[in-house]
């Protein structure tokens, strides 16, 4: 699979590029329009059975598949090496190749949810992943002994190998595994994070009101 992206950084659009037979997992409620005769399979998931997401198979001769996020914001590709994976917020995963898989069991995330279902999800394998940002996306490259603190709404992924720690801003505030909510999270370099610039929570929040219409 090839991924071409236009109208980024605002309004990101993933052209995926599959070869004859080829297939794609992406969100099927992100899906804009396939080229003629892609097969779509969907799998059924979350509340009353709504499809989420979905496999693409190109037909013989190729395709392609268009997707886009809900929120408006910019689009980053992970290419994945079959060696070592990345942890990515819950609702960014836009479409992976199908060699490309979650892992809830990951055993790194015991240190930091124990048993409970986080906000962070792991996924590994060896190919594209494509990523929707909220907002526009910085790439941050921790040198060894690096340390960064980040709010947890804001972060996209980050490498299996950086070092990661979840700890409260404060007792007396509400925390949330599932959201992030009332946590910080401090990372230790060497490795990678992609933090986007605004808040999805807030964003999807403000469009729902009406964008502050009066």
Excluded at 18 to 28: H, I, K, N, S
Excluded at 163 to 184: D, F, I, K, Y
Aim: glycine content about 12%; overall charge neutral; charged content about 15%.
């Amino acid at each position: 699979m090839q991924v071409r992206t236009r109208h980024t950084p605002a309004s990101g659009v993933a052209r995926l590029l599959l070869a004859p037979g080829e297939a794609v997992q992406a969100d099927y409620a992100a899906m804009l329009a396939t080229s003629y005769n892609v097969l779509i399979t969907p799998a059924r998931g979350g509340s009353r059975g709504k499809v989420r997401r979905a496999v693409f198979t190109a037909p013989p001769e190729g395709g392609w598949v268009d997707v886009a996020p809900a929120l408006p914001g910019d689009l980053y590709t992970l290419q994945l090496d079959g060696l070592s994976g990345w942890c990515v917020q819950r609702g960014s995963w836009l479409a992976a190749a199908a060699t490309v898989r979650v892992e809830p069991q990951w055993p790194g995330f015991r240190g930091l949810f124990g048993s409970d279902t986080g906000f962070l999800e792991h996924v590994a394998g060896d190919g594209a992943l494509v990523l929707a940002a909220c907002g526009a996306l910085d790439v941050v490259t921790l040198e060894a002994g690096e340390l960064i603190t980040v709010e947890p709404t804001y972060l996209l992924a980050y490498g299996e190998t950086t070092q990661a720690r979840l700890r409260a801003v404060s007792p007396s505030l509400p925390q949330s595994l599932r959201t992030g909510e009332g946590l910080l999270l401090d990372f230790a370099g060497p490795g990678q994070l992609l933090i986007q610039t605004r808040n999805p929570i807030t964003m999807a929040a403000w469009l729902t009101s009406g964008g502050g219409a009066r």
